[in-house]
């Protein structure tokens, strides 16, 4: 599956109204912040040396491997130096987009809904799966950088081919976790997770998990790469976006994300997304 890379692009935001995908090679791969997007990622596992976190859940990547990622996820790489180049395929899908190519019979966003039970992240493809996936990638690049007569149209049919498949594969989730118990660090995300709408500190999860603050602290930042302060802000505003999205007034997004006061809520959403939160509701 040889294909000419192209260079790292390290923003989060879409540039178009429908899908883009990148085919990246890195020799040196940089560290990437956890994250989140407000659309639909696939990511498919080439090569390298690679952990993936999404929420509490971390996934060790094989070549082959799909990654199935909502916006509703905070999610980020762990890639880890030496050995082979760190390679893979990413392909983001606006939310209308695919929700306007879904029939009333077949939902194309069904794959990703992360409460659907027995949801897994990942997928751990099986070979016919695998030939057929990798076809449709490489039918993605070539028809987006050839343009060609037709091309448009043929990328539209790849990419609802390539949501199929990894629908009827998410039939049959094969997630693999790298811990077999869950690490003190995936125990308090999943708290977080579930809490987040609730007074938390360091403090406080420092004592619920019987570890003083100064090691969660320490260890939190090591795995996840921000501080507990800056994730348990990020989750609160992701949910603020969905709330605000769904047309949910920001007084009440405020109290139901756990902010309290309105005014540090305005403070931090302003700061991270550029864009007052009813100014974002409105656009």
Not at 238 to 251: D, F
Request: hydrophobic residues 35%; charged residues 25%; aromatic residues 12%.
């Amino acid at each position: 599956m040889r294909r000419k890379s192209q260079q790292f692009d390290p923003r989060q935001e879409m540039r178009t109204r429908d899908f883009e995908i990148f085919h990246y090679r890195d020799e040196a791969a940089r560290a990437v912040a956890i994250h989140h997007h407000d659309f639909y990622e696939i990511y498919y596992f080439l090569g390298g040396q690679v952990e993936y976190r999404v929420e509490g859940a971390v996934y060790r990547m094989s070549p082959g491997d799909m990654l199935l990622i909502s916006p509703m996820e905070l999610h980020q790489p762990v890639i880890h130096p030496g050995g082979e180049p760190y390679e893979r395929i990413v392909l983001w899908i606006n939310r209308k987009y695919l929700e306007d190519l879904s029939t009333a019979e077949t939902s194309l966003t069904r794959c990703f809904d992360c409460t659907r039970p027995g949801h897994s992240n990942l997928l751990r493809l099986d070979p016919v799966q695998r030939t057929n996936i990798s076809s449709r990638l490489s039918g993605l690049l070539r028809e987006t950088r050839g343009g060609g007569y037709g091309a448009a149209l043929w990328a539209q049919a790849a990419l609802i081919q390539l949501v199929v498949e990894c629908s009827r594969a998410a039939l049959h989730p094969g997630g693999e976790r790298v811990q077999e118990e869950p690490s003190l660090v995936s125990r308090v995300l999943e708290y977080i997770g579930g809490h987040y709408d609730e007074p938390l500190s360091l403090d406080k999860l420092a004592a619920r998990f019987f570890v003083s603050k100064y090691y969660l602290s320490h260890t939190f930042q090591q795995e996840v790469g921000v501080s507990v302060y800056r994730y348990i802000l990020l989750k609160r505003l992701l949910i603020a976006r969905q709330l605000l999205g769904g047309g949910v007034s920001p007084g009440v997004v405020c109290q139901s994300c756990g902010f309290g006061d309105y005014a540090n809520f305005y403070r931090a959403f302003k700061a991270e997304y550029a864009v007052s939160p009813r100014a974002y509701q409105n656009r």
